[in-house]
Every structure is written in C-alpha cells, then in structure tokens.
C-alpha cells in the first residue's frame, strides 16, 4: 500500500494561490496515475486533475482547467497541485490518490478507480 501525505492547504484571499503537495512512500513503482480531489461539506468528492504515467498525460476536470495545474515525479515520488485565480467555491478538503490500474483518460476522473489516499488538507478561500 502505498502511503501519501499532503501538505499546503491553508487560508487564501479570492484570487489568490496555493501550491499543494502530496509525498509518497512505499511500493510506488507500480503506481500508474497520480490524482486530485476534493471533497467540501454535504457534497461528493470531486475529480480535479490526474497525471499518468505510462504514456504521460494529463486530464482536468473542466471546473478548474486553465487555473489548476498538475505536476510530479514519479521518481521523486512527490505530486503538486498548483492553484491560481481560487474563488470561494474552491474551499474544500484536498486529497492526493494513486492508483495501480491501467487508466483510461475516461476513468481517471473516477474516484473509485484509485486504491490509495492521503488525509488530505484543508483549502479555504475567503471572499
């Protein structure tokens, strides 16, 4: 099992940014994706960005394209989500997965295709 912790969260003005990291330790040479969600209070876990592997790709999910980024090392075993232009609507728990499943680009955004999670970090915008 693979084990990862984030860290970064914190309390941001609208606008502003945050870099979120996630480190990993434990069997992570068969990890084929790298992802990130979030889950706010009463609402379900939401598919943010994924990075593969094998190939290399990247897929967002449409409400923070263009404001997220994804990147990471696989060798580094570390994962980064930055985030620019945050809005209220950002605020959420965080969380970094990975999964050892062949993904499609389809399947990445799906939650339950990965099989290891972090604790995640909390992300608050203020308006």
């Known amino acids: 099992q693979v084990h990862l912790v984030e860290s970064g969260g914190g309390l941001v003005q609208t606008g502003g940014s945050l870099r979120l990291s996630c480190e990993a330790s434990?069997?992570?040479?068969?990890?084929?994706?790298w992802g990130w969600f979030r889950q706010a209070p009463g609402k379900e876990r939401e598919f943010l960005a994924a990075m593969g592997w094998a190939p290399s790709a990247t897929h967002y999910a449409d409400s923070v394209n263009g404001r997220f980024t994804i990147s990471g090392d696989n060798a580094k075993k570390t994962l980064h989500l930055q985030m620019n232009s945050l809005k209220p609507e950002d605020s959420a728990v965080y969380y970094c997965a990975s999964t050892r499943k062949p993904l499609t680009i389809a399947s990445l955004s799906m939650w339950y295709e990965y099989d290891d999670w972090g604790q995640g970090t909390q992300v608050t915008v203020s308006s």
């Open positions: 434990g069997p992570t040479a068969s990890t084929n994706a």
